[in-house]
């Protein structure tokens, strides 16, 4: 089975200061990766996603985020975030095939600071 | 993307009474709908596959006469938590998936349920 790790479980920055967000997962094959994020108030939402190809991928609100295969990680970055970035951040995989069960991190809560 | 909607937001109820809560996808027609928990600060936890007419598919370690679910048509299903206890207070998130095979899910506003 597979398993999702995301090493900060809080998260304070000021705008404008860069965020990197880590990710590590837990699978013997091929998996698909997202991030999801819950904004305050709001349902889950996807951010972005790697199925395949350019393991650098851009997502929405300037979000990007890199699959390193080697080290097993998806991690989630911005250069410059924003108050409105203020959500929980989720980390998530699904093996290539295998339906769309996801399996997620614990989250990381991010707080932008004014 | 599709559109998820849960009812009720929010239930308190006593212990060894039951609650249902329902899902629907509002603007897709799903075969297939997941059913996640989540506890205070920990993860989302898949707790059972939703499968349109036929049997649902629970996960490891997730009690089916407990959590009982029903997908009676494309666009509704239902978590009942039978004879509920404290232990069983949480929230309860159902999503929905556009495409197969692609774990790319719409979820609901998620249900809190707090048994007393």
């Known amino acids: 089975a597979q398993s999702v790790s995301q090493h900060n479980h809080h998260v304070i920055l000021s705008e404008a200061a860069s965020l990197e967000l880590g990710c590590n997962y837990s699978y013997g094959g091929t998996v698909n990766l997202f991030w999801y994020v819950q904004y305050p108030g709001q349902h889950l939402q996807l951010l972005l996603k790697?199925?395949?190809?350019?393991?650098l991928v851009k997502g929405i609100k300037g979000f990007e985020a890199e699959f390193i295969k080697s080290k097993f990680s998806f991690n989630l970055r911005k250069p410059s975030v924003q108050w409105s970035d203020t959500a929980e951040y989720f980390c998530a995989v699904s093996p290539t095939g295998g339906g769309n069960k996801l399996t997620f991190g614990t989250g990381t809560q991010l707080k932008v600071e004014l | 993307g599709a559109v998820v909607s849960q009812h009720p937001s929010w239930v308190i109820c006593k212990s060894g009474t039951s609650v249902k809560i329902e899902c629907r996808s509002l603007d897709f027609q799903a075969t297939t709908m997941f059913w996640y928990r989540q506890f205070p600060k920990q993860s989302l936890m898949l707790m059972a596959t939703?499968?349109?007419?036929?049997?649902?598919?629970?996960e490891q370690g997730v009690e089916k006469d407990k959590f009982l679910i029903n997908h009676a048509s494309l666009t509704l299903s239902t978590l009942t938590v039978t004879s509920a206890h404290p232990e069983d207070s949480s929230f309860y998130i159902c999503?929905?998936?556009?495409?197969?095979?692609?774990?790319?899910?719409?979820f609901g506003e998620g249900s809190r349920l707090t048994v007393l």
């Open positions: 790697y199925f395949s190809g350019d393991p």
């Open positions: 939703s499968n349109e007419g036929s049997k649902a598919t629970y």
């Open positions: 999503s929905v998936g556009h495409q197969r095979d692609t774990g790319e899910l719409f």
